[in-house]
């Protein structure tokens, strides 16, 4: 325990290091984001970043963008505003109109996983 409060060991920002010495990289519509606006973001268990914007929902491989919109993807409302990885490998979504999970590449509306689950007055 008492490595985990000693002081120089954190991996934190060095102060007197430049933040200019840093690697910063940025993403926008033309690497493949549906939208500029990041709403919300999460990391699976396989290491992919998933980004919710007002236009979609990316997922991102550390080279490229693979994009889920309403016209590519039922049920993606284009307004995503929360992000979840859970341990069982789902994707939690949520959205302006409601929640979605997405398990095994099915997308489904949250309602038809409470069925699954015995209801949602159950």
């Known amino acids: 325990m008492a ?5 120089g060991l954190a991996g934190a920002l060095e102060t007197g290091k430049p933040f200019t010495d ?3 990289d940025s ?5 493949g984001l549906p939208q500029i606006s990041v709403l919300a973001m999460t990391q699976d268990a396989d290491g992919y970043l ?8 990316a997922r991102f491989d550390g080279v490229r963008f693979h994009r889920y919109n309403p016209r590519d993807t039922l049920g993606v409302n284009s307004n995503i505003q ?17 929640l979605l999970v997405l398990e095994d590449a099915l997308l489904e509306p949250i ?4 069925e699954r689950w015995g209801g949602a007055g159950t």
């Open 3 to 7: 490595l985990l409060l000693a002081p």
């Open 27 to 31: 993403w926008d519509v033309k690497q």
């Open 22 to 24: 840093y690697v910063v």
């Open 50 to 57: 998933w980004f919710g914007t007002q236009a979609g929902l």
């Open 111 to 114: 309602e038809r996983e409470l």
């Open 82 to 98: 929360a992000l979840l990885a859970d341990r069982q490998r789902r994707l939690w979504i949520g959205t302006a109109q409601g």
